[in-house]
Nanobody, 124 residues
Framework: QVQLVESGGGLVQAGGSLRLSCAAS????????MGWFRQAPGKERELVAA????????YYTDSAKGRFFISRDNAKNTVYLQMNTLKPEDTAVYYC?????????????????WGQGTQVTVSS
């Protein structure tokens, strides 16, 4: 099973930016869709952004549109989440996950590998 390692989380003031990275251990990374999820305390985990294997198709949850940007570098087996204009409500643990197929999915059950998560805290 592929290993996914997130990095880039931290504490930032509202209005600031962070870039999360997720490095995969396998070269087959380029064949799968990838997603970024987040889970805030007391809330369910939700899909924030996702990208297809070629980056030809992307998805953003409404609250992320215009502020977050997902990208991938298949040569580096890495997917990124650029987060701009951060808000306190973006505070959560962020997880990357690999889709079971070449495309992304809205459903967590369609992802078969998960990273350990990285904490993002946005102060007001």
């Amino acid at each position: 099973q592929v290993q996914l390692v997130e990095s880039g989380g931290g504490l930032v003031q509202a209005g600031g930016s962070l870039r999360l990275s997720c490095a995969a251990s396998e070269r087959t990374f380029s064949s799968y869709g990838m997603g970024w999820f987040r889970q805030a305390p007391g809330k369910e985990r939700e899909l924030v952004a996702a990208v297809s294997w070629s980056a030809g198709s992307t998805y953003y949850t409404d609250s992320a549109k215009g502020r977050f940007f997902i990208s991938r570098d298949n040569a580096k087996n890495t997917v990124y989440l650029q987060m701009n204009t951060l808000k306190p409500e973006d505070t959560a643990v962020y997880y990357c996950a690999r889709s079971r197929s070449f495309n992304w999915s809205r459903y967590q059950s369609d992802y078969d590998s998960w990273g350990q998560g990285t904490q993002v805290t946005v102060s007001s």
